[in-house]
């Protein structure tokens, strides 16, 4: 018996050192996210205060904000993966070509999603907006997300170049620097926030526009301070040493990134596609369903960036190891992560729960509307943990280049499991929503046993830049 818990404790149980390594990475990640999204659950807060129909527009676009978020996320995610790996073996030449690659990729799709927000708002914001409520609330809401809409899209723009700089910057193992982006745009945000929403402190009384102004402005302070910060230290950043003397790429090497990246960038556009879908379906049960839904996974967002930041240091620590041939050292280092961020974050589920029913009253609105949200947020504290291991396979899976299996992990798992769940239930049935929410978010424990094999088997164990070495020198050979 002793020495079967010793083999598991030297597999999932790291050292002080270990523990020490992880925290100082993450630590600064989860406090950069954790600040952004108490700043967003203040923001939905003080929107909730207006009324229900503002509080519900919101909550609409912010659908749609969440697709192009992830969709970028999705487009620095293959680069990141080399770069992770050049940064591992030392190759800065490397990581100069990723890092082009992602500033390219960052400004095409932040250039469609303003075209495409700007001309499909009113069409996007019906799709959520159920018949079977009163003509007055719809108009309402559609008015409200329709204003928010026109101003959010301009931060698009800095959020999308923002991105391109913190997936370099965090891949070399310096987080704190985002975090400090993050910290410096939280004051401005509050006080734009209370002033603009309410007409305080001397500003005029905007409403639903004041609290997309102010989130604009934030985005904005946020990325200046890491693209200032980036190239003011060249000694620390030596990647960013003659970024823009011409934008070469080996073509090698972008076809590389385009056919592991690829995967990833679809993987995210259309599984946030997919959360959206998932959300329309409830949202054929009125916009109760709605505005519970918004407030709690205001509430989640905010416990859930333990195991999602967790998750982003096995990219970043195992893709390194990976990248400099240490194949083993990985496979111990992504067990020692990957149960160290499921048993943390069922530490956090456990907190979350009797929070669940005292959250909602902080919101102007309905007593059931209340009582429905007390509900979500319970079911998404029990799945929590679930949520954690899956999110930890993806990585592995990724750090390891293994883009087409993620696609299928994720994207594939969500059009082919859990909409058609939500959708058979909410437009075929007459269940209850109650039902059919638990129903939908229990569907996970099928990907978490397919995630288990997957990770299991070892075949995210590669080394993708070992066939890139001294990639300045190979330039000479052709650039794209």
């Given at each position: ?32 996210n954790?600040?952004t ?10 929107v909730?205060?207006i009324?229900?129909e ?16 992830l969709?970028?996320f999705?487009?620095v995610?293959?680069?990141s993966i ?15 070509y ?10 095409v ?9 700007s001309?499909?708002d ?9 018949k079977d409520d009163?003509?007055?609330a719809?108009?309402?809401?559609l ?18 170049l ?6 370099v ?25 209370y ?23 934030a985005k ?18 030596r ?6 003397k ?11 990134m ?6 990833l ?16 379906c ?6 109760d369903v ?11 967002n905010?416990?859930?960036v333990?195991y999602?930041q967790?998750?982003?240091?096995i ?9 400099a ?18 048993t943390?974050?069922m ?21 059931r ?16 943990p ?15 280049g ?26 075929f ?5 109650h ?11 099928i ?9 299991r ?7 993708i830049?070992?066939g ?13």
């Amino acid at each position: 018996m002793n020495t079967l818990f010793n083999t598991w404790q030297k597999k999932y149980i790291g050292d002080r050192t270990f523990y020490m390594r992880v925290l100082a990475l993450v630590i600064p990640m989860i406090l950069q996210n954790l600040v952004t999204n108490f700043v967003s659950l203040l923001d939905n807060i003080m929107v909730g205060q207006i009324g229900t129909e503002q509080m519900s527009g919101v909550s609409i676009v912010n659908q749609f904000i969440f697709i192009f978020n992830l969709t970028i996320f999705g487009a620095v995610s293959g680069p990141s993966i080399f770069g992770a790996q050049f940064y591992g073996k030392g190759d800065y030449e490397g990581q100069k070509y990723t890092f082009r690659f992602r500033l390219l990729l960052c400004s095409v799709i932040t250039l469609a999603g303003v075209l495409l927000f700007s001309l499909l708002d009113e069409p996007l914001i019906s799709l959520y907006l159920a018949k079977d409520d009163a003509p007055e609330a719809i108009a309402a809401t559609l008015a409200y997300g329709k204003t928010y809409m026109r101003i959010m899209i301009w931060g698009l723009i800095p959020f999308g170049l923002g991105q391109a700089y913190s997936s370099v910057v965090r891949e070399c193992g310096e987080t704190k620097v985002p975090m400090f982006g993050a910290m410096s745009a939280v004051g401005v945000n509050l006080i734009l926030d209370y002033g603009l929403i309410f007409g305080k402190l001397g500003l005029p009384k905007m409403g639903v526009a004041g609290a997309a102004l102010a989130t604009v402005i934030a985005k904005s302070i946020e990325a200046v301070v890491i693209i200032c910060w980036t190239h003011r230290h060249p000694e620390k950043n030596r990647y960013i040493v003659g970024l823009f003397k011409g934008f070469g790429i080996p073509r090698h090497l972008v076809g590389d990134m385009v056919k592991k990246g690829t995967p990833l960038l679809i993987n995210e556009f259309l599984w946030s596609i997919g959360m959206s879908v998932i959300a329309q379906c409830y949202s054929v049960r009125g916009l109760d369903v709605v505005a519970a839904r918004n407030i709690a996974s205001t509430m989640t967002n905010l416990f859930s960036v333990i195991y999602i930041q967790l998750g982003a240091c096995i990219a970043i620590l195992v893709g390194a190891k990976l990248g400099a041939g240490k194949l083993e050292e990985a496979r111990d280092l992504d067990n020692k992560l990957l149960f160290f961020s499921v048993t943390s974050t069922m530490v956090i589920a456990v907190c979350m729960l009797p929070l669940a029913r005292i959250f909602p009253q902080i919101y102007n609105t309905e007593n059931r509307i209340r009582a429905l949200s007390t509900y979500f947020i319970t079911i998404q504290a029990l799945a929590m943990p679930l949520w954690s291991f899956t999110h930890c396979c993806y990585f592995t899976l990724r750090s390891g280049g293994k883009t087409g299996l993620t696609f299928l992990f994720d994207f594939v798992f969500t059009w082919v499991v859990m909409i058609p769940v939500a959708f058979v239930l909410s437009y075929f049935t007459k269940l209850n929503i109650h039902i059919i929410f638990a129903a939908v978010t229990f569907s996970e424990l099928i990907k978490v046993i397919i995630g288990y094999f997957m990770v299991r088997s070892d075949i995210w164990l590669n080394n993708i830049v070992s066939g890139h070495e001294h990639v300045a020198q190979q330039n000479a050979n052709g650039t794209a």
